[in-house]
């Protein structure tokens, strides 16, 4: 662990924030500061610095002559990139990669339809870059390469769509996507039939081609779910 203010801060943040969404902490459990800090042998400050961002997640509140406590799951802000992160290295990882997967299906085939009609030339661009540097990754176990440019592909689409509510679902779909490769939810390779369909969508934006750009984002989608039948059933 390192020693410097910030690197204890991540850790006592991400050591409490994974053991509360793995359920280690039940609702309504108590966290007292003065606990959590000789646990971690760190300063109130550095327990107070965690908890206010613990409480922007809704993942505890703090409650006086109480302490802090633990808010139901059904509370939380489930779109934090790190809420995200800390449930899919939790045990319930398959149900929340469907759960994420889904949302995905419902988004990102009309972000693509939208894309068509709105990417700036640079987008477009951009998006063909992305999608051949995929197809220069997909063979020879070149997993952490291939996620960069997915995420980059995939962060442009929501993008380009014009549309800011999207767009800011692009930490989401990143976190999705690092989520199964870093579980190893992935083929030692890429799908490559999903692979072809990247590049497929790149150009059907490019050509303005609303429907097809969604029509192959949705089976990039449903490739997805059929994936994680086999890999995380």
């Known amino acids: ?17 994974l053991a509360i969404t793995a359920g280690e902490y039940p609702p309504g459990s108590v966290l007292r500061t003065d606990e959590v800090a000789q646990r971690f042998d760190v300063s109130r400050t ?29 509370e939380w802000n489930v779109y934090d990139p ?19 997967t889904v949302l995905r299906s419902a988004i990102e085939p009309v972000a693509a339809s939208l894309a068509a009609v ?6 477009c661009a951009a998006l063909t870059e992305c999608a ?15 996620l960069k440019h997915d995420i980059a592909f995939h962060r442009i689409v929501l993008c380009a769509s014009g549309n800011e ?7 989401v779909v990143a976190e999705v996507l690092a989520g199964r490769t870093h579980h190893h939810v992935m ?4 799908d490559p039939a999903a692979v072809t369909l ?3 969508v790149a150009e059907a934006v490019r050509e303005g081609d609303a429907v097809r750009a969604e029509r192959l984002t949705r089976e990039i989608a449903v490739g997805a779910l059929e994936e994680l039948d086999v890999l995380a059933p």
């Open 1 to 17: 662990m390192t020693t410097d203010g910030r690197g204890l801060h991540t850790h006592v943040l991400d050591t409490l924030g």
């Open 46 to 74: 550095v327990v107070r610095e965690v908890v206010r961002v613990l409480e922007s997640m809704h993942l505890v509140e703090s409650r006086r002559r109480v302490g802090v406590t633990v808010r139901p799951a059904d």
């Open 118 to 123: 709105h990417a700036t030339p640079e987008q």
């Open 198 to 200: 990247h590049v497929q």
């Open 82 to 100: 790190r809420v995200i992160r800390w449930r899919l290295a939790g045990t319930d990882r398959p149900r929340q990669l469907r759960s994420l």
């Open 165 to 171: 509510m999207f767009a800011r679902l692009g930490d």
């Open 132 to 146: 051949l540097g995929m197809v220069a990754t997909s063979r020879g176990q070149q997993l952490e390469g291939y």
């Open 187 to 190: 083929f030692e390779d890429p």
